[in-house]
């Protein structure tokens, strides 16, 4: 159905996003590491090197956050999380020996300026709110008291935790191709290297269910299946990045022959209430798709929402039409060039809702009895005032 649907991609993605979690089978996890080569080999051969940066112990990956360069690998709990970093002894210990507190302070800082400047008069859910996310959950009013907080603040006196822990969570979010404001020079990426070091040196033993190192000869739980393979990030702002990887990616699954479990990964994704977490084409064709599978007698669906999403509209009008042959199949379409092909048509226009019918020689393999009557019933359909 996610294939009729022109969705099948989408849960490909997902799997694709998906943390690989322990324990893992042997088998798969040679895998994995075969498949990450290969998508190093093809990038080389391709002359696409470019298109990644790799995550390499002794460089700052500018594609990844700042926390992501700190940490140096996949976070399996929330210990380590953005917001809860500086209040966690031991990392909070590393932030202030680094003295990294006082630049993300600052940082963070001019992020919620900059924001509360950009977000004004725009509704809470708009597009930039995704561009701007910095990796935590605030929201607009989280920034404008925070904004507040500052306005009051005495340069004087420290600041409140709270207040602080917020602003660095901030900072350690921000990534320079992807937010380009201009927040981050040498210095401080060498600062953030020397703190990776003894992130790296000191993690204590008991960090083991939490953090997971990036180590190019081993699978890396807790991390998504795209990171394991590319061990890297695709760099912002290349153009047609996400599909150049995307495609690589697919044929390095296919040779390993783990393409299949990365559709069962993207499957076994929680959807969240009423599918908050999915994409927006798998939010809509869902319900279609729940409703085909049942193998109704008939089936009244209205894809036009779901036909949007795509550019190839056409081509999922066709899939459903050929997949629900056996049933009777009644289109709502908004868009009356997908109707093309399909013999009866009843076309509402204007306003007004003024009815034409339209009953082509499509005959859908029914008797020549029980076909004929049908132009008499659109005569006296168009005549209706």
Not at 103 to 118: D, F, H, K, N, Q
Not at 243 to 252: D, M, N
């Amino acid at each position: 159905m996610l294939d009729v649907l022109g969705c099948a991609e989408d849960v490909y993605e997902l799997g694709l996003d998906g943390k690989l979690a322990a324990p893992l089978d042997g088998r798969v996890m040679d895998r994995v590491i075969e498949a990450r080569r290969a998508v190093a080999a093809e990038l080389a051969e391709s002359g696409l090197e470019g298109l990644v940066q790799p995550f390499d112990p002794e460089s700052y990956n500018k594609n990844a956050t700042i926390a992501e360069n700190l940490i140096f690998g996949a976070r399996k709990s929330q210990r380590f999380g953005d917001e809860a970093l500086l209040a966690e002894p031991f990392a909070g210990a590393i932030l202030h020996a680094e003295a990294l507190v006082e630049p993300l302070v600052a940082m963070g800082s001019r992020i919620v300026a900059t924001l509360v400047e950009i977000f004004e008069g725009l509704p809470q859910g708009h597009a930039l709110f995704a561009r701007y996310s910095f990796g935590t959950s605030f929201n607009l009013e989280a920034l404008a008291e925070l904004a507040a907080t500052l306005d009051k603040h005495d340069m004087r006196s420290a600041l409140n935790p709270e207040t602080e822990q917020a602003l660095v969570a901030l900072a350690l979010g921000y990534i320079e191709p992807k937010h380009r404001l201009n927040l981050l020079d040498d210095a401080l990426r060498r600062r953030i290297l020397r703190a990776r070091a003894s992130f790296r040196m000191y993690l204590p033993a008991d960090t083991a269910d939490d953090v997971e190192l990036y180590d190019p000869d081993r699978v890396i739980i807790g991390a998504s299946v795209r990171d394991n393979l590319l061990f890297g990030r695709v760099g912002f702002g290349v153009a047609d990045a996400g599909r150049k990887a995307a495609e690589i990616l697919r044929a390095a699954l296919a040779r390993a022959g783990i393409e299949d479990a990365l559709y069962r990964l993207g499957l076994e994704t929680d959807c969240g209430i009423r599918g908050r977490h999915l994409p927006a084409r798998l939010k809509l064709a869902v319900p279609l798709a729940q409703a085909l599978i049942k193998s109704p007698q008939i089936a009244v669906l209205d894809p036009s929402a779901l036909l949007d999403t795509t550019a190839r509209a056409g081509e999922v009008v066709a899939r459903l039409r050929e997949h629900c042959r056996t049933m009777t199949l009644v289109l709502l379409l908004s868009d009356a060039g997908l109707a093309e092909g399909i013999g009866r048509r009843l076309t509402f226009e204007g306003p007004a809702g003024r009815l034409s019918v339209d009953v082509g020689d499509e005959q859908d393999d029914e008797p020549e009895e029980a076909a004929r009557p049908a132009p008499r019933r659109a005569a006296r359909m168009e005549a209706r005032p």
